[in-house]
Nanobody, 115 residues
Framework: QVQLVESGGGLVQPGGSLRLSCAAS????????MAWYRRPPGKERELVAR???????NYADSVKGRFTISRDNDKNTVYLQMNSLKPDDTAVYYC?????????WGQGTQVTVSS
């Protein structure tokens, strides 16, 4: 059974930084793309950033230049470094991974940006 376990969320002041981690376990097949999504309060879930197994990345326009996605293929782990955080970044952040022929989701971690 594949599991994605996220960590690193919390409360931070505007302008601050956080680093999210997501570790995949129970891997049987190759991990393809990994991504971070978020669901702001009262809104739909949206893609934040994605990284392919090749290292190619893409970002939502709202986070370009502030967030960086990276991965450690040996550890089946994906990271999201979030800098210059804004109140609009407040959301539950979800890890997503395409493993073999299936997509998997983490349980979500809360990020709150507030003074």
């Amino acid at each position: 059974q594949v599991q994605l376990v996220e960590s690193g969320g919390g409360l931070v002041q505007p302008g601050g930084s956080l680093r999210l981690s997501c570790a995949a376990s129970g891997i049987i097949f190759r991990v393809n793309a990994m991504a971070w999504y978020r669901r702001p309060p009262g809104k739909e879930r949206e893609l934040v950033a994605r990284i392919q197994s090749s290292g190619i990345t893409n970002y939502a326009d709202s986070v370009k230049g502030r967030f960086t996605i990276s991965r450690d293929n040996d550890k089946n782990t994906v990271y999201l470094q979030m800098n210059s955080l804004k109140p609009d970044d407040t959301a539950v952040y979800y890890c997503n991974a395409w493993i073999g022929t299936s997509y998997y989701w983490g349980q979500g971690t809360q990020v709150t940006v507030s003074s």
